[in-house]
Every structure is written in structure tokens, then in C-alpha cells.
């Protein structure tokens, strides 16, 4: 199994700054494509943006220019930094991995716990 933990959720004030970590553990044997999504209360879980294992990146364009996203394979992490933050970022932030078990080799999208990011303005 895979488990993904995120870090690096909080309170900031509008135009501020924060990076969200996820780190990927377990039995992993290979992982692809890792990607932020977010959702608030009662609606649906929206993409934020993805990094493919080459490095090619996408982004929501509710997010292009402002958020950036990485990874360290060498860690099995992925981060989104966020700049220039707005009170509509409000949301839950989600990772996803798509990851290969070393025990099972199948691929699976995983999902982390969660972590809220909160704008005031």
C-alpha cells in the first residue's frame, strides 16, 4: 500500500505565500504522474495542477502564473507553492499519486488526507 501525508496547510492573509508538501510512503515501486486537486464543502474535487514523472507540468487556469508545482523523486514528494494567494484559494487541498505497489504492481490513484488552506482578506 501507499499512504501520502501533506504538510504545510495554515492561515495566511491575501497575497501571501505558502507551500504545501505531500509525501509519499510504503511498498511503492514506481510512481507517474503526481498531482494537487482541492474541493470545498459540498462541491466537487477540482483540479489544481499536475507534474507527469518526466517533469511536464499543467495547471488549472485559476492558478497559472500564481502556483507552482514540483517534485524530489529522490523523496517521493510533491509541493505546490502557492504566491499571491486569494481568499477564493479557501479550500481543501488534496494530493493525488499515481503509484505502482511493489507488492501488488498495480498502478492506483491515491489520495491524501487533506490539509486546509485559509486566505483572509
Known amino acids: 500500500q501507499v499512504q501520502l501525508v501533506e504538510s504545510g496547510g495554515g492561515l495566511v492573509q491575501a497575497g501571501g505565500s505558502l507551500r504545501l508538501s505531500c509525501a509519499a510512503s510504503?511498498?511503492?515501486?514506481?510512481?507517474?504522474?503526481m498531482a494537487w486537486y482541492r474541493q470545498t464543502p459540498g462541491e466537487q474535487r477540482e483540479f489544481v495542477a499536475r507534474v507527469a514523472s518526466g517533469g511536464t507540468t499543467n495547471y488549472a487556469d485559476a492558478v497559472k502564473g500564481r502556483f507552482t508545482i514540483s517534485r524530489d523523486n529522490a523523496k517521493n514528494t510533491v509541493y505546490l507553492q502557492m504566491n499571491s494567494l486569494k481568499p477564493e484559494d479557501t479550500v481543501v487541498y488534496y494530493c493525488?499519486?499515481?503509484?505502482?505497489?511493489?507488492?501488488?504492481?498495480?498502478?492506483?490513484?491515491?489520495w491524501g488526507q487533506g490539509t486546509q488552506v485559509t486566505v483572509s482578506s
Open positions: 510504503g511498498v511503492i515501486f514506481s510512481i507517474d504522474a
Open positions: 493525488n499519486v499515481h503509484a505502482q505497489s511493489a507488492d501488488s504492481k498495480i498502478w492506483k490513484n491515491y
